[in-house]
């Protein structure tokens, strides 16, 4: 464009020295071309690009009007390069200073023009400079307006469209990387809601503060929360409450009242923001001062201003957390199908098998008699291992049941099948754990007790399960031999629910049982409200 404006330039006047204003041009534009994405150096480089345009425009006219050419075509010849800085606001999609470049170069061009003498008479008042400088000026405001508007449309094309091919591979290549790195907090809902309550204690004083997010049956669960004490947190959307309120209308709300069920009173500041990915609301923080008036609008603002970006990861944690549920569980179903349909049914064959030859020995052969009956019992153990892995692979947490409920029918189901008394202590609150929490809990579980009916020749199990959300506890004790003495199968049994319990943050305890026996123990958070019942199992078997 600079070539051309300086052909266009030496036809108009004739003049070398006018080429002045086109070097005067690239050293206005040089910077914005070195350092094209520095918000201050690029933007100040165009605007120099205009003025120097609408002076050497005016000035260029002028001289060509002098040398006997038409007037305005001095303007015609110089006016072209307009378009470059306004092109590259658009291509920067930087519409708004594409407009005050225009603005900029309107202004220069008609100040420039009153100041200039041609004849006698001011630029401005000369036939024909107006109108050259119109003409360019709207071609350029047209050409903006119409990048503009080419924008919304691809925008709009590209959102309503199916992403093509090529974006599936991409999107599913990065799930499978971000898999591979799991169990880790990259796509950790609990990890995630815990970083974020740290970033907000540096802009926002809080006495206490969670992050909630939605669960089944209009409910809320506690993904992570910070304070002195263990909060009963408000859970429900249908409630009279702030936090009913935020999730309903996706905007930040205060009030003078705590969020927890039940609170001692005084003066307390609660903040609630939603947590916003797209138009879906994926969680809420909740932040509490013991202190009126804690949150003034600068507040939230900083508060949001962590939030924002805080919920899309959010949503892909708890996204990612579900594609992985789903996942496991059809997994998990799968297996269960194959086991069933394949070696169980070949297993009591065998065994139907077996009763054939029991009832065709006769009595002289008493020897093989008591092998086939031998052979006979381990089939039938064989089995009942069969059915009773089948079991713990379709147990899953009933949305309504609960935790407790699918921990107490698992151990009374093992324990019928091992012969061992069952000793129940079921506790759990209406609240809810997520859904992954509840899933890892329950496996955790069922090891242990499948540990204590196979390995450690117990007589009683004795089960307790705790559920106060975030806080959750459960302990499965037996009176069985000691850990010490069991096999190596049930250390690797050990070994996977560590492995559970690290992945949900909770702390996993093995430890002798006296007189004997052994107890394990997961334990989810903290309980300040009550003691932990770790001893009832030794009471109730001494």
């Not at 138009?279 to 900083?302: F, I, K, N």
């Not at 004795?462 to 559920?467: I, Q």
Request: proline share 4%; aromatic share 4%.
């Amino acid at each position: 464009m600079l070539a051309l404006v300086a052909v266009l330039t030496l036809f108009a006047t004739r003049e070398l020295a006018q080429l002045l204003w086109i070097a005067l041009l690239a050293v206005a534009g040089l910077p914005a071309l070195l350092a094209p994405q520095h918000r201050i150096i690029a933007p100040l480089s165009r605007v120099a690009e205009v003025v120097v345009l609408g002076l050497a425009a005016s000035h260029v006219a002028a001289v060509a009007l002098v040398g006997g050419s038409i007037h305005g075509l001095g303007a015609s010849a110089v006016l072209p390069y307009l378009a470059v800085p306004v092109t590259v606001t658009a291509l920067r999609r930087r519409f708004r200073e594409g407009a005050g470049l225009l603005a900029v170069a309107a202004a220069t061009l008609l100040v420039s023009g009153a100041l200039t003498e041609v004849d006698g008479a001011r630029q401005i008042t000369q036939p024909g400079y107006l109108a050259v400088c119109a003409q360019w000026l709207i071609l350029a405001v047209l050409g903006l307006y119409a990048a503009r508007t080419l924008h919304r449309v691809m925008q709009a094309r590209g959102e309503g469209k199916p992403q093509p091919y090529a974006e599936a591979t991409r999107l599913l290549t990065q799930l499978r990387t971000v898999a591979r790195q799991l169990p880790g907090a990259t796509l950790d809902p609990g990890g995630i809601s815990e970083h974020l309550l740290e970033e907000l204690r540096n802009v926002a004083t809080s006495h206490r503060a969670a992050v909630l997010s939605a669960s089944g049956g209009g409910r809320l669960v506690v993904l992570a929360q910070v304070g002195v004490d263990r909060v009963d947190w408000e859970t429900t959307l249908d409630a009279d409450s702030a936090i009913a309120d935020a999730w309903a209308s996706q905007q930040p709300q205060t009030a003078a009242r705590s969020q927890a069920r039940s609170h001692p009173g005084g003066d307390v500041s609660a903040l609630i923001v939603p947590l916003v990915a797209g138009v879906r609301t994926v969680g809420l923080v909740v932040l509490e001062a013991d202190a009126a008036h804690a949150y003034p609008s600068p507040v939230v603002s900083r508060v949001t201003a962590l939030t924002g970006p805080a919920a899309l990861r959010l949503e892909a944690a708890l996204l990612f957390d579900e594609v992985r549920s789903l996942a496991t569980n059809e997994e998990r179903q799968r297996l269960a199908r194959e086991i069933h349909d394949g070696v169980a049914q070949e297993l009591v064959m065998v065994g139907y098998g077996i009763d054939n030859a029991l009832a065709t020995v006769h009595d002289d052969a008493e020897e093989t008699a008591e092998s086939l009956r031998t052979l006979r019992a381990e089939v039938t153990r064989v089995i009942t291992e069969l059915r009773l892995s089948l079991f713990e692979l379709r147990s899953e947490v009933d949305r309504h049941g609960g935790l407790a409920a699918a921990i107490a029918e698992y151990a009374r189901t093992v324990g019928a099948s091992g012969g061992l008394r069952v000793h129940l202590s079921l506790d759990e609150s209406t609240a809810r754990l997520p859904a992954a929490t509840e899933a890892e809990l329950l496996r955790i579980a069922q090891e242990a007790v499948t540990n204590a009916r196979k390995h450690a020749g117990a007589s009683n199990l004795w089960v307790t399960c705790e559920v106060d959300p975030p806080y959750a506890q459960i302990e499965v004790s037996d009176d069985g031999q000691g850990i010490a003495d069991q096999r190596p199968d049930g250390r690797y049994g050990l070994a996977i629910m560590a492995e559970r319990a690290e992945r949900i943050r909770g702390r996993l305890e093995i430890r002798p049982r006296r007189p004997s026996g052994t107890t394990v123990a997961v334990v989810l958070g903290t309980s300040p409200r009550r003691d932990n019942v770790r001893g009832s199992a030794g009471a109730e078997g001494e």
